[in-house]
């Protein structure tokens, strides 16, 4: 992709209402747009972050055997009604459509997807299963100050499983969390994302959240030493609770416990039958014997994952994306004037893409040599490519990765392989 092509452009200053770090980086960049509060365009860059991030969860939810769907945002209220959560969700959007009729737009499809799947389940046979999409949620959060990490419009996987019995479930909540786990390390976020209790559904002690760990969190967690799970503030009353989950627990060993501030990445639920209840879906087991079909649900955000890693993974420069989640996987950057030059760096950009690396090729004529380089550790690919007069009179090209402090002269015949290998 040429820069000068390119329909966006790096800003100095963005004056918005969201003062948040990832809404002023990824605006700067050229990578999103602020519509209202909570309510962003994705331009061409961050398009493409957006899309990697949800091809990775897409590729860990296909491992787990689980089928990808899309279901309406637009939702007639009677099966909010049939759940009795038409009133109880404080953030459901609710309208009018033709003929006075209430809608709802839907922040989560329990709803939607029990009656569906429940028409193709008639015994034992047709399970488990499990069906997931990828989808726009609508929200009315009533504070949307925080950038991607909470809007109004915004992207999530929902995943829904459906099992015989309990054991089922157990078994698909155990893959879920490794293919969780899965998603957080590939987006770069491995490290710093915890297996956290949190407080149930109806139907189990406690749902588990992922929550990246970052002074920029809006919720607390504990951690238990020496381990990557945590404890969600709102459970540290539950002393039962909390004797499951610590190692030895005494009473007041959470007092000990390191307070952290978090982002909840994700959050997944056994449901047990609280939506197979309300719209009646059983299958006949193998004694013939009707029962009912019990459920799991899996929600993680893609959007907010994007903002968090643009919170958590930034420097004071700008934008770092981990090499699966990158726009492109290397930022060119021309300083050739001399036409010579300029074709032999053309000749590189080519190359470069022949051999299968996804390029960002800063072409830009009549720009200086400093906004090229700040616009590079602002978009935050993961390597930087120099080429100039001077780089060229050696043969060389400048390298450096994006969390490097200082560039290395490489030779261009092992410039190439280098960049193959990593
Ligand atoms: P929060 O407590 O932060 O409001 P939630 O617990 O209501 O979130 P869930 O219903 O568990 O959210 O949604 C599943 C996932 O969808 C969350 O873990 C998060 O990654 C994402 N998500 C939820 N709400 C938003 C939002 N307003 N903006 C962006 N992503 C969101
Ligand atoms: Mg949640």
Same mark, same amino acid.
């Given at each position: 992709?040429?820069?000068?092509?390119?329909?966006?452009?790096?800003?100095?200053?963005?004056?918005?209402?969201?003062?948040?770090?990832?809404?002023?980086?990824?605006?700067?960049?050229?990578?999103?747009?602020?519509?209202?509060?909570?309510?962003?365009?994705?331009?061409?860059?961050?398009?493409?972050?957006?899309?990697?991030? /949800?091809?990775?969860?897409?590729?860990?939810?296909?491992?787990?055997?689980?089928?990808?769907?899309?279901?309406?945002?637009?939702?007639?209220?009677?099966?909010?009604?049939?759940? /009795?959560?038409?009133?109880?969700?404080?953030?459901?959007?609710?309208?009018?459509?033709?003929?006075?009729?209430?809608?709802?737009?839907?922040?989560?499809?329990?709803?939607?997807?029990?009656?569906?799947?429940?028409?193709?389940?008639?015994?034992?046979?047709?399970?488990?299963?499990?069906?997931?999409?990828?989808?726009?949620?609508?929200?009315?959060?009533?504070?949307?100050?925080?950038?991607?990490?909470?809007?109004?419009?915004?992207?999530?996987?929902?995943?829904?499983?459906?099992?015989?019995?309990?054991?089922?479930?157990?078994?698909?909540?155990?893959?879920?969390?490794?293919?969780?786990?899965?998603?957080?390390?590939?987006?770069?976020?491995?490290?710093?994302?915890?297996?956290?209790?949190?407080?149930?559904?109806?139907?189990?002690?406690?749902?588990?959240?992922?929550?990246?760990?970052?002074?920029?969190?809006?919720?607390?967690?504990?951690?238990?030493?020496?381990?990557?799970?945590?404890?969600?503030? /709102?459970?540290?009353?539950?002393?039962?609770?909390?004797?499951?989950?610590?190692?030895?627990?005494?009473?007041?060993?959470?007092?000990?416990?390191?307070?952290?501030?978090?982002?909840?990445?994700?959050?997944?639920?056994?449901?047990?039958?609280?939506?197979?209840?309300?719209?009646?879906?059983?299958?006949?087991?193998?004694?013939?014997?009707?029962?009912?079909?019990?459920?799991?649900?899996?929600?993680?955000?893609?959007?907010?994952?994007?903002?968090?890693?643009?919170?958590?993974?930034?420097?004071?420069?700008?934008?770092?994306?981990?090499?699966?989640?990158?726009?492109?996987?290397?930022?060119?950057?021309?300083?050739?004037?001399?036409?010579?030059?300029?074709?032999?760096?053309?000749?590189?950009?080519?190359?470069?893409?022949?051999?299968?690396?996804?390029?960002?090729?800063?072409?830009?004529?009549?720009?200086?040599?400093?906004?090229?380089?700040?616009?590079?550790?602002?978009?935050?690919?993961?390597?930087?490519?120099?080429?100039?007069?001077?780089?060229?009179?050696?043969?060389?090209?400048?390298?450096?990765?994006?969390?490097?402090?200082?560039?290395?002269?490489?030779?261009?015949?092992?410039?190439?392989?280098?960049?193959?290998?990593?």
């Amino acid at each position: 992709m040429r820069l000068s092509a390119l329909v966006t452009k790096t800003v100095k200053d963005v004056s918005q209402s969201d003062v948040s770090r990832n809404a002023q980086l990824l605006t700067k960049a050229g990578f999103v747009d602020q519509l209202m509060a909570g309510v962003y365009s994705y331009l061409p860059m961050g398009l493409r972050v957006l899309s990697n991030i /949800e091809n990775i969860i897409r590729e860990e939810m296909e491992t787990i055997g689980a089928q990808e769907i899309l279901m309406p945002a637009l939702q007639p209220r009677e099966i909010w009604d049939q759940t /009795e959560r038409w009133d109880k969700v404080d953030v459901l959007f609710k309208l009018k459509g033709a003929g006075d009729r209430d809608l709802a737009l839907g922040p989560t499809h329990e709803e939607v997807v029990t009656p569906l799947i429940g028409r193709f389940i008639q015994s034992y046979r047709d399970l488990p299963k499990a069906v997931y999409q990828i989808q726009t949620k609508f929200r009315n959060e009533p504070c949307a100050k925080s950038g991607l990490l909470r809007g109004r419009e915004f992207r999530m996987k929902d995943m829904y499983s459906f099992h015989m019995d309990q054991r089922g479930l157990d078994d698909f909540y155990k893959l879920a969390i490794e293919a969780y786990k899965n998603v957080y390390r590939r987006c770069g976020l491995g490290d710093s994302t915890l297996l956290t209790y949190a407080s149930g559904g109806v139907f189990s002690k406690y749902s588990h959240e992922f929550q990246t760990v970052t002074p920029y969190g809006e919720d607390i967690v504990y951690r238990v030493p020496d381990t990557d799970i945590a404890i969600n503030k /709102e459970l540290m009353n539950d002393r039962d609770a909390l004797a499951g989950i610590i190692p030895n627990y005494k009473e007041g060993d959470e007092k000990n416990l390191e307070e952290l501030k978090a982002i909840e990445v994700g959050n997944i639920f056994k449901l047990g039958s609280r939506f197979t209840d309300s719209f009646n879906v059983e299958y006949a087991g193998v004694d013939g014997e009707k029962r009912k079909v019990v459920m799991g649900c899996y929600g993680i955000g893609p959007s907010r994952i994007m903002g968090t890693i643009a919170e958590v993974l930034s420097d004071d420069r700008g934008l770092v994306w981990p090499d699966e989640v990158a726009p492109y996987h290397v930022h060119l950057v021309s300083l050739c004037r001399d036409e010579s030059d300029i074709s032999r760096c053309e000749e590189i950009y080519a190359k470069l893409k022949s051999i299968g690396i996804s390029v960002l090729y800063d072409d830009r004529q009549g720009v200086q040599a400093g906004q090229k380089l700040g616009d590079a550790d602002l978009m935050g690919m993961p390597r930087r490519v120099v080429v100039s007069a001077k780089t060229l009179a050696d043969n060389c090209v400048e390298f450096m990765a994006r969390g490097d402090k200082e560039a290395t002269l490489t030779p261009l015949q092992t410039f190439y392989s280098v960049l193959v290998e990593d």
